[in-house]
C-alpha cells in the first residue's frame, strides 16, 4: 500500500523492479519483468486473509513493530481496513499460540467450507475475477506423509473423520485448490505438498508452489555455497545460528514446529555441494542449524554462520557471516513476486507443482522422482527461461556460440 502510494520502493522484488535480457546480447533488448508479461499491477490488489486474532492490519502492524510510526500513519486507513475473517485453527498443531477469532465446525470437512465460502464471498464482495491464496500462517508440527494424504478419495474421508494429521494448513490449501486458485505456502509445513492434493489440483487447475520461503540465512547460503562448490574448496563444517524475537520466533522456539523448520532449512546443502560426486570435498560435512527466541530483538533477526573450509593440500580455513537482517523485509517482496507470478501461471493454464518458483523457496516442492534445485543462480535462470518460453522467446543457456555474441 506504502508502494501503490509512492511513498516507498519495492526493493528486492523482481515482478516490480527486476528486467529480462531477451535474444542476443548484441540486440540490447532488456524489458522490465512487469512489461515483458501481464502480471497483475499493484492498483488491481485486494487483500483479505485469516487470523485468529481479531487485529486488523494497522493493528497487528503496529504490534508487529516492523514499520515505522510515520509510514503506518500514512497508510493507517487502507491497513484498518484488512479485518481477518476468523480461522480454522488447533493448538494441537501450533502449541505456543492461541487466539479469540477461530471457527467452529463439526468436522474438518465442515471447517473446509466455510473457508470454501469466504473464498467465495471476498471474490464476490470486491468484484474480483482471480484469487490467489498464500499460506504465510505459523509454522506447524513435524508431520509426515500419512495414510489420509495418499489419495483425494483418503483426504475427503479424513476431513469427515477430522483425521488428526490433517491439520489447519491442509484444510485451507484444500479449499483453494478445490476452487482451483493458484496456492502457494510460505511456511516449512506439508500443506499442499501431498500426493491427495496434487490429485485435486490436475483436477481444478491448480497451480502449486512452496515451502518455506528462502529470505535471510538460508539464501545467503545458497548463495554462498554454489560459489565454493564451483571452484571445489571442501567444506566439512557449516554451523548457523540465528535469535529472533518476533511470533515466528516464539512459535519455533517449540520443538515440534522447529523440527519442520530444521529439515526445511537443512536439506540446501547436500544438493548443493553434491557429496555423491565429491566425497573428498563434502561428504565429512557436519552441518547444524539453530533458531533461539529472544524476545529483545523483535524481527530484527541476527544469524551467525561459521564455516570451515578446506584448501590446497588439505589446508584448513574459515569464513564467517554476520547477517544483522530484518525478517519480514527480507520476506515482504517475495510473497508480492509469489502472488503475482501464481496468478501468471494460473492464467497460463500452468496446473501441479510450479518449479520455475524453487527460487522463493528453501525447500521447493518438486516432481515425484526429480530431486529440487536449490542453487540460487540455476533457479533464476530456470524462472526467467519459463517467462521467455512463456512468450516464445529464445531461452538462455549461455552454451554455444550465443555465449560469445
Ligand atoms: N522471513 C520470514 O518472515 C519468513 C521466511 C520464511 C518462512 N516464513 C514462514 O512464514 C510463516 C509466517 O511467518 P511470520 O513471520 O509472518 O509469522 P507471524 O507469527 O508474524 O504471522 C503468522 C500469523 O499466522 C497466524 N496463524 C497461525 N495459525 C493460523 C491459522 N491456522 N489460521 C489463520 N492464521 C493463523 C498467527 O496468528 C500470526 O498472526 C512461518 O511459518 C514462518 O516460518 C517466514
Same mark, same amino acid.
Given at each position: 500500500m506504502a508502494i501503490r502510494k509512492g511513498l516507498a520502493k519495492p526493493i528486492g522484488s523482481l515482478t516490480? @523492479? +527486476? &528486467? %529480462?535480457?531477451?535474444?542476443?546480447? &548484441?540486440?540490447?533488448? &532488456? $524489458? /522490465? %519483468?512487469?512489461?515483458?508479461? $501481464?502480471?497483475?499491477?499493484?492498483?488491481?490488489?485486494?487483500?483479505? +486473509?485469516?487470523? %485468529?486474532?481479531?487485529?486488523?492490519?494497522?493493528?497487528?502492524? #503496529?504490534?508487529?513493530g516492523v514499520l515505522d510510526a510515520p509510514l503506518l500513519e500514512a497508510i493507517k486507513d487502507e491497513l484498518s481496513?484488512?479485518?481477518? @475473517?476468523?480461522?480454522?485453527f488447533d493448538r494441537q498443531y501450533v502449541k505456543r499460540l492461541d487466539g479469540p477469532n477461530v471457527k467452529k465446525g463439526k468436522n474438518k470437512k465442515d471447517l473446509a467450507e466455510q473457508l470454501i465460502a469466504d473464498i467465495r464471498k471476498f471474490k464476490a464482495d470486491n468484484g474480483l475475477d482471480r484469487v490467489v491464496l498464500l499460506w504465510c500462517g505459523s509454522t506447524e508440527i513435524f508431520l509426515t506423509e500419512s495414510p489420509? !494424504? #495418499?489419495?483425494l478419495a483418503a483426504f475427503e474421508k479424513g476431513l469427515e473423520e477430522s483425521d488428526p494429521t %490433517? $491439520?489447519?494448513?491442509?484444510?485451507?490449501?484444500?479449499?483453494?485448490? !478445490?476452487?482451483?486458485?493458484?496456492? /502457494?505456502?510460505?511456511a516449512p509445513n506439508l500443506s499442499a505438498d501431498i500426493p491427495a492434493l496434487m490429485e485435486l489440483a490436475q483436477k481444478t487447475g491448480a497451480p502449486l508452489a512452496g515451502k518455506d520461503l528462502k529470505t535471510g540465512q538460508t539464501l545467503i547460503k545458497t548463495i554462498i555455497a554454489p560459489g565454493l562448490k564451483a571452484r571445489l574448496i571442501?567444506?566439512? +563444517?557449516?554451523?548457523? &545460528?540465528?535469535?529472533?524475537?518476533?511470533?515466528?520466533?516464539?512459535?519455533?522456539?517449540? $520443538?515440534e514446529s522447529f523440527k519442520t523448520k530444521e529439515e526445511s532449512k537443512k536439506s540446501v546443502l547436500d544438493y548443493i555441494l553434491q557429496p555423491n560426486l565429491y566425497p573428498e570435498l563434502y561428504e565429512a560435512l557436519h552441518h547444524v542449524v539453530r533458531i533461539n527466541y529472544y524476545k529483545p530483538r523483535g524481527d530484527a533477526k541476527e544469524g551467525w554462520d561459521n564455516i570451515d573450509l578446506v584448501g590446497w593440500l588439505g589446508?584448513?580455513?574459515q569464513l564467517k557471516v554476520n547477517f544483522l537482517c530484518r525478517d519480514s523485509i527480507l520476506a515482504a517482496p517475495i510473497v508480492l513476486d509469489v502472488a503475482l507470478f501464481m496468478d501468471l501461471a494460473k492464467r497460463a493454464g500452468m496446473t501441479g507443482i510450479q518449479e520455475w518458483l524453487s527460487f522463493y523457496f528453501k525447500s521447493p516442492m518438486h516432481a515425484p522422482g526429480l530431486y529440487p534445485e536449490h542453487d540460487l543462480f540455476i533457479q533464476s535462470m530456470k524462472l526467467k527461461?519459463?517467462?521467455?518460453? @512463456?512468450?516464445?522467446?529464445?531461452l538462455i543457456t549461455h552454451l554455444g556460440r550465443e555465449y560469445y555474441d
Open positions: 516490480q @523492479m +527486476g &528486467t %529480462i535480457r531477451l535474444g542476443k546480447r &548484441t540486440e540490447s533488448r &532488456t $524489458p /522490465a %519483468i512487469r512489461d515483458f508479461v $501481464p502480471l497483475a499491477g499493484l492498483d488491481d490488489i485486494v487483500f483479505g +486473509g485469516w487470523d %485468529i486474532f481479531e487485529d486488523d492490519c494497522y493493528e497487528a502492524a #503496529k504490534t508487529a481496513a484488512v479485518k481477518p @475473517m476468523s480461522a480454522v489420509a !494424504h #495418499k489419495s %490433517i $491439520p489447519s494448513s491442509m484444510i485451507y490449501a484444500y479449499a483453494a485448490i !478445490h476452487e482451483g486458485l493458484a496456492y /502457494a505456502n510460505a571442501g567444506v566439512e +563444517g557449516w554451523y548457523s &545460528t540465528n535469535i529472533l524475537g518476533n511470533r515466528d520466533g516464539e512459535v519455533l522456539d517449540d $520443538p589446508y584448513k580455513m527461461n519459463t517467462l521467455r518460453y @512463456m512468450k516464445g522467446e529464445e
